[in-house]
């Protein structure tokens, strides 16, 4: 299986000024002691929002079916592909990353995160070989503009789907829509990179083989709350 991508430089022109420039701090090798302190917050109660997100929380509010915060990336797969390991695959991008699992809701007035401990979805397969090439390619432009219209619900969630089309005998084109609330154009790399990294574990029986995450992105919104009450608290003495 290999998988066409867009270049990297689209990505990261999505990125706000702060995450660019966090980016070339680590590909210089310069982490951010800043962010190398974020520790891991227990899960036993709702968990505040990043700015980013009650920001695009907010906004949502205003026209709750509006699809405007839909992000699709539509992945080419050529080659033989083993439909099980995909589906495999993607449920354990869902287990590896919380903010795939999270929906919100209203807790004494404010928003708040609630991470599910699991989730899995299906993976459905349409199947469009049998038509001519000009329909076809129609068809793909039908489902991707469908599936990027949809709404999602940010209190029951999931906030993603996903649908495979087959559209030879071995090529494919994978729809993955997420809400923004959930993921960026920095997040939508990675998620690429680790799917890729997943199905060739899977579809060749073996383990993962990716390293277990530090810390979530919960983690980061209690930390940036945290960091921005106490500069908030310094301002006022």
């Known amino acids: 299986m290999s998988i066409d991508r867009e270049?990297?430089?689209?990505?990261?022109s999505k990125l706000s000024p702060e995450k660019r420039a966090i980016?070339?701090?680590?590909?210089q090798g310069k982490g951010d002691s800043d962010f190398k302190t974020i520790p891991q917050r227990h899960r036993t109660a709702?968990?505040?929002l990043s700015f980013a997100q009650q920001r695009i929380w907010f906004l949502q509010q205003l026209e709750i079916d509006n699809p405007f915060y839909n992000e699709q990336i539509a992945i080419h797969l050529t080659g033989l592909l083993d439909v099980v390991s995909l589906e495999k695959s993607l449920n354990?991008?869902?287990?590896?990353?919380?903010?795939?699992r999270t929906t919100f809701k209203m807790v004494e007035g404010q928003p708040v995160q609630i991470i599910a401990s699991n989730l899995t979805l299906t993976l459905p397969t349409v199947n469009l070989c049998q038509l001519p090439e000009a329909q076809r390619q129609l068809e793909i432009q039908r489902a991707a503009t469908e599936q990027s219209q949809r709404p999602f619900d940010l209190v029951n969630?999931?906030?993603?789907r996903w649908t495979l089309l087959q559209i030879g005998r071995q090529e494919y084109v994978l729809l993955f829509d997420m809400h923004h609330i959930i993921t960026d154009g920095w997040s939508l790399g990675i998620i690429i990179r680790e799917l890729s990294a997943l199905y060739q574990a899977f579809s060749k029986r073996k383990p993962a083989v990716l390293s277990e995450l530090p810390i979530q992105y919960a983690d980061f919104a209690v930390w940036q709350r945290e960091i921005f009450a106490g500069r908030e608290a310094r301002v006022s003495i």
């Open 7 to 12: 270049k990297a430089s689209a990505r990261i």
């Open 157 to 160: 969630g999931p906030l993603l």
């Open 46 to 48: 709702p968990l505040p």
């Open 92 to 100: 354990e991008m869902i287990q590896r990353h919380e903010a795939l």
């Open 23 to 27: 980016l070339a701090k680590r590909l």
